[in-house]
């Protein structure tokens, strides 16, 4: 038989992914109320770190290569306090397996022209070209994230090196993504930016890692010594050294909601019928979700907050003062 354990909490954070973590960890320093559910077996969503043990050793790997960048020297700061001397600097190497052949990440452009040939090579300038007037001249507007990327490398460039990938990362057609999604990723890189650190790296000049390179050509990061998700899992012991529930393999079965604001949410749990009951001590509104992944910054319709009847996506949910 199924029994019901019933909770009470003033926040409720769907999703141990960075964003449910990070504001766990802020509410956490506020001494605020909250519950953290997530339906994987671990913390940290798409930026977790996998352990793999062959023998007596232990390999480790992230979810795709991450790189830390930011900024804001806030966020510096609070890992670097987390983490402390496993927080280290590292060289990045970044490749891209297309056709058949390796690219560097950012666009290393000699070793583009030679893997894609003069034909192509020329294809991508043209394009390139062809976006500066459709969107420079004509000033053909910029709706989406793939408008963006194509307005700043050519159509041919856009799907070979960027939409393409994103798409597969993200799940989501690029049309979709909000173009100010674009501007957090790569701002201030161009075709012209990647040509011009082409070229001071040639001359052995400052590379791009310097202060005000546009954030995908920086090739010296921080990075955690043991894997990205070394920050979510710190984190989720400091908040349960502090008795903070975290319940993983976890998801909204049921979220109730009167006049748009949440009261209650049903939550499945491992243990198979058994369920929690979580009831918010206020109730919340729909707009108070924060919102912090593409799937939320999706152009289209459809964010319904808190009163999403079933399956939601992941989101914090705070009381309504
Ligand atoms: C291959 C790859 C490379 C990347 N490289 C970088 C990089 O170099 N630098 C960088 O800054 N970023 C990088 N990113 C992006 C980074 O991983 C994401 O920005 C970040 O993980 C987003 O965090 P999030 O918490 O918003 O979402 P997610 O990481 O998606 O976490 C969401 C969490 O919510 C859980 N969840 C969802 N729905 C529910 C539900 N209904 N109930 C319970 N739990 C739920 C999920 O299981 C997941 O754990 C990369 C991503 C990928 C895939």
Same mark, same amino acid.
């Given at each position: 038989?199924?029994?019901?354990?019933?909770?009470?909490?003033?926040?409720?954070?769907?999703?141990?992914?960075?964003?449910?973590?990070?504001?766990?960890?802020?509410?956490?320093?506020?001494?605020?109320?909250?519950?953290?559910?997530?339906?994987?077996?671990?913390?940290?969503?798409?930026?977790? %770190?996998?352990?793999? &043990?062959?023998? +007596? @050793?232990?390999?480790?790997?992230?979810?795709?290569?991450? !790189?830390?960048?930011? $900024?804001?020297?806030?966020?510096?700061?609070?890992?670097?306090?987390?983490?402390?001397?496993?927080?280290?600097?590292?060289?990045?190497?970044?490749?891209?397996?297309?056709?058949?052949?390796?690219?560097?990440?950012?666009?290393?452009?000699?070793?583009?022209?030679?893997?894609?040939?003069?034909?192509?090579?020329?294809?991508?300038?043209?394009?390139?070209?062809?976006?500066?007037?459709?969107?420079?001249?004509?000033?053909?507007?910029?709706?989406?994230?793939?408008?963006?990327?194509?307005?700043?490398?050519?159509?041919?460039?856009?799907?070979?090196?960027?939409?393409?990938?994103?798409?597969?990362?993200?799940?989501?057609?690029?049309?979709?993504?909000?173009?100010?999604?674009? %501007?957090?990723?790569? &701002?201030?890189? +161009? @075709?012209?930016?990647?040509?011009?650190?082409?070229?001071? !790296?040639?001359?052995? $000049?400052?590379?791009?890692?310097?202060?005000?390179?546009?954030?995908?050509?920086?090739?010296?990061?921080?990075?955690?010594?043991?894997?990205?998700?070394?920050?979510?899992?710190?984190?989720?012991?400091?908040?349960?050294?502090?008795?903070?529930?975290?319940?993983?393999?976890?998801?909204?079965?049921?979220?109730?909601?009167?006049?748009?604001?949440?009261?209650?949410?049903?939550?499945?749990?491992?243990?198979?019928?058994?369920?929690?009951?979580?009831?918010?001590?206020?109730?919340?509104?729909?707009?108070?979700?924060?919102?912090?992944?593409?799937?939320?910054?999706?152009?289209?319709?459809?964010?319904?907050?808190?009163?999403?009847?079933?399956?939601?996506?992941?989101?914090?949910?705070?009381?309504?003062?």
């Amino acid at each position: 038989m199924s029994q019901m354990k019933e909770l009470s909490t003033d926040i409720l954070i769907i999703g141990a992914g960075p964003a449910g973590m990070a504001a766990a960890m802020e509410l956490s320093k506020a001494k605020k109320d909250f519950i953290i559910i997530e339906r994987s077996a671990s913390v940290g969503g798409l930026s977790k %770190t996998y352990a793999f &043990k062959e023998g +007596d @050793l232990t390999f480790y790997t992230d979810n795709g290569p991450h !790189r830390f960048f930011s $900024k804001n020297p806030y966020l510096y700061e609070f890992i670097g306090d987390l983490l402390k001397e496993q927080w280290i600097k590292v060289i990045r190497q970044t490749r891209q397996f297309i056709d058949g052949k390796f690219y560097d990440y950012p666009v290393n452009a000699p070793q583009a022209l030679r893997n894609m040939g003069l034909i192509k090579s020329a294809h991508v300038g043209f394009d390139y070209f062809w976006a500066k007037i459709v969107y420079g001249v004509f000033k053909k507007p910029v709706k989406n994230f793939e408008d963006y990327v194509i307005a700043n490398f050519g159509r041919s460039l856009g799907d070979f090196n960027i939409i393409n990938y994103t798409e597969k990362v993200w799940g989501i057609p690029a049309a979709e993504i909000h173009p100010d999604w674009a %501007t957090q990723r790569i &701002k201030g890189l +161009d @075709l012209l930016a990647v040509m011009k650190d082409t070229i001071r !790296r040639v001359m052995k $000049k400052k590379s791009a890692s310097g202060a005000g390179a546009p954030k995908s050509l920086v090739d010296v990061f921080y990075y955690p010594d043991q894997g990205t998700g070394l920050i979510y899992e710190t984190i989720r012991a400091r908040l349960e050294e502090q008795g903070y529930v975290i319940m993983l393999n976890s998801s909204p079965k049921e979220i109730q909601c009167t006049n748009g604001k949440m009261t209650k949410a049903i939550i499945d749990t491992p243990e198979g019928g058994n369920c929690h009951k979580i009831q918010l001590a206020r109730r919340v509104r729909a707009d108070d979700r924060i919102y912090k992944n593409p799937e939320a910054c999706r152009t289209a319709k459809g964010h319904q907050g808190a009163c999403i009847p079933s399956s939601p996506q992941s989101g914090i949910y705070v009381r309504h003062a």
